[in-house]
């Protein structure tokens, strides 16, 4: 069980380049999350899916999109990045939307 | 306003001895609370979760109550060891027109040899 596994591990991007994060889980949840967490704030919730089919905006959605591909798959993009968006992204999975979350062990987004 | 606060936000203790983190909510209607701990350059792992009607729940040296009267809980470490150098979040969930998960900041703890 390799758990939730999250694809770059490090990644440094140009103002304006686009790039997709990858996330994916094997322990069959239906909920999936992408957070990010800046210096001193707690994490932030970007985008969720709370079942396969279904996605919605968390907090500070601006400037990403998602896809959830499959019930195991729950991709980040940005289209157009800015330096705003340099941060540790975090995907996390749990059965359902009120249960225990598992989280990936991150990507670290530089946009210079 | 939703919001979790902790406090204090960093905390050095010494091997061997107890801390106590606390978490102030005003989360509501509340679900959930839950205690992770997150150690430096990984993501967090949960140590504990509480529901409306508990009190208090342990992980080995890892204790937490809560009080959903006051929303107010607190994480008690026992017999620290250095490898409870980490950061602790406290995340309350609620139930508010589907459902909505709120992290606090996090105490840095640091425990010193």
């Known amino acids: 069980n390799a758990g939730v596994t999250q694809t770059p591990k490090f990644q440094v991007l140009k103002t304006g380049q686009s790039m997709t994060l990858q996330c994916a889980q094997d322990?069959?949840?239906?909920?999936m999350y992408w957070y990010r967490q800046d210096p001193g704030m707690g994490l932030r919730l970007i985008y969720y899916?709370?079942?396969?089919?279904?996605?919605d905006k968390g907090e500070v959605p601006n400037g990403y999109n998602v896809s959830r591909l499959n019930k195991r798959e729950f991709s980040l993009r940005l289209e157009s990045a800015a330096p705003s968006q340099t941060s540790v992204y975090f995907c996390?999975?749990?059965?359902?939307?009120?249960?225990?979350?598992?989280f990936g062990p991150g990507t670290r987004l530089t946009v210079t | 306003k939703n919001q979790v606060e902790q406090s204090p936000q960093s905390l050095i203790i010494l091997e061997g001895k107890n801390c106590t983190l606390q978490?102030?909510?005003?989360?509501?209607?509340?679900?959930?609370l839950r205690w992770y701990k997150q150690d430096t350059g990984r993501g967090p792992v949960s140590l504990t979760i509480?529901?409306?009607?508990?009190n208090t729940k342990s992980n080995g040296r890892y204790t937490a109550t809560l009080d959903a009267d006051t929303k107010q809980s607190s994480l008690h470490i026992t017999a620290s060891q250095l490898s409870d150098s980490a950061s602790y979040i406290c995340?309350?969930?609620?139930?508010?027109?589907?459902?909505?998960?709120?992290f606090g900041a996090g105490t840095r703890l640091f425990v010193k040899a």
């Open positions: 899916s709370a079942s396969e089919g279904t996605t």
């Open positions: 996390a999975s749990s059965r359902g939307p009120l249960d225990e979350q598992y």
């Open positions: 995340v309350v969930s609620a139930a508010i027109g589907g459902f909505k998960t709120i």
């Open positions: 509480m529901t409306f009607s508990e």
């Open positions: 322990m069959n949840h239906n909920s």
């Open positions: 978490c102030n909510y005003t989360v509501s209607p509340f679900s959930n």
